[in-house]
């Protein structure tokens, strides 16, 4: 009964190709989140959905795609991928509104060759 | 004026001490700062969180002290174990858009010797 799950947990690619990552919570949160997570451990809010309709949107390469089917799922499809697109990528809900606690998913370590 | 300094970036206690991690904000529009927790391989979860209009919030070992006139925030963590290795974020959370936004200092690797 994981409440955020992501997959896969690891991918490694070679550069140039493209990439999905999916996510899923399963709290019944109305919001949803990407962060990435460099090498030296910053954490950066990269997207932000509520109720399927993006929020935030932070300065990230139009390579990254966010897609939210519904309230539950969060994708992230990253196009031409880059050797600086190596990192762990998190997925995180919260319930919003004054509710602000972040549930992070366990993470998906990208490597890219 | 979005950012959360913290300090230090490492940090050395011997077990039964006292862990202490800093952080400071310029933007008064922050609202709430939590603090995570990170073990390897796994994600940021929740530890602590305060608001601006207390000073001090204790839960078990763990207190937050919070100064609003010099915008700074600070976790003690008491009896340190070895189990309370890893990587502490603070973060800051404002409304942007009508939504909230966390914006996290650049975390702290806590190593608790036995």
């Known amino acids: 009964d994981t409440a955020v799950s992501q997959t896969p947990k690891y991918l490694v690619t070679q550069m140039g190709n493209d990439k999905s990552i999916k996510c899923e919570q399963n709290?019944?949160?109305?919001?949803m989140y990407w962060y990435k997570q460099d090498s030296k451990k910053f954490l950066k809010i990269m997207f932000s959905?509520?109720?399927?309709?993006?929020?935030i949107n932070e300065t990230v390469p139009n390579r990254f795609s966010p897609k939210s089917p519904d309230k539950a799922h969060l994708n992230l499809h990253i196009n031409s991928l880059e050797l600086g697109d190596s990192a762990v990528y998190f997925c995180?809900?919260?319930?919003?509104?004054?509710?602000?606690?972040?549930?992070f998913g366990p993470g998906t370590r990208l490597l890219v060759l | 004026q979005q950012q959360v300094k913290q300090s230090p970036q490492s940090l050395i206690v011997q077990k039964g001490g006292i862990s202490i991690i800093n952080c400071a904000y310029e933007?008064?529009?922050?609202?709430?700062f939590p603090w995570y927790q990170q073990f390897p391989g796994k994600g940021p979860a929740l530890l602590i969180a305060?608001?601006?209009?207390?000073s001090e919030k204790k839960e078990g070992r763990f207190t937050i002290s919070f100064n609003k006139s010099a915008k700074q925030f600070s976790l003690h963590i008491m009896d340190s174990q070895p189990g309370d290795s890893a990587t502490y974020f603070c973060?800051?959370?404002?409304?942007?858009?009508?939504?909230?936004?966390?914006?996290f200092g650049a975390g702290t690797r806590l190593a608790v010797h036995p």
């Open positions: 995180a809900s919260s319930q919003g509104g004054q509710k602000e606690t972040q549930y």
């Open positions: 709290l019944g949160h109305d919001t």
């Open positions: 959905y509520n109720n399927k309709e993006l929020i």
């Open positions: 933007n008064t529009a922050f609202d709430y």
């Open positions: 305060i608001r601006p209009d207390v």
């Open positions: 973060a800051a959370s404002m409304r942007s858009g009508g939504y909230n936004k966390l914006i």
